[in-house]
């Protein structure tokens, strides 16, 4: 079974709109009643969960467990280098369309072939 060791609050990213309005007759804004300072503001929740990571292998001196994730974690590179970075191991979902290539593969323009469409975007020759 595994349990959470660490669990944070977000301001969500439609937040900015509305949510410092005064509220009914009068009353605290949504951030007022929440408590919420007026300098907190949205953060990414891989953003969140490096902090917590951090926290928790840094002051707390926790060991760094591999780290498992959903396809919202895996798809965020900058959580994946964060990880690396921070010497974790990591298991994340990926998209499935999502393409895997060697490190080596270097992206290519097809030539145009004079008729038609030209090719849209670089590609990797020889891979699929």
């Known amino acids: 079974m595994i349990w959470p060791v660490q669990a944070d609050v977000g ?6 709109q509305g949510f410092d309005r005064v509220g009914r007759a009068g009353g605290a804004t949504t951030r007022a009643r929440a408590g919420i300072p007026q ?29 498992v ?7 965020a590179t900058g959580f994946r280098l964060g990880l690396e970075q921070r010497g974790f191991e990591y298991v994340l979902e990926v998209d499935p369309i999502a393409g895997a290539y060697p490190n080596d593969a270097v992206p290519v323009v097809a030539p145009y072939q004079g008729r038609g469409r030209r090719p849209p975007t670089p590609g990797y020759p020889g891979w699929r």
């Open 69 to 75: 994730g959903d396809s919202g974690y895996g798809g």
């Open 11 to 16: 301001v969500g990213e439609g937040s900015g």
């Open 39 to 67: 300098e907190v503001r949205h953060r990414e929740k891989w953003r969140l969960a490096l902090d917590m990571l951090d926290q928790m292998s840094g002051a707390w001196r926790l060991a760094k467990l591999p780290v």
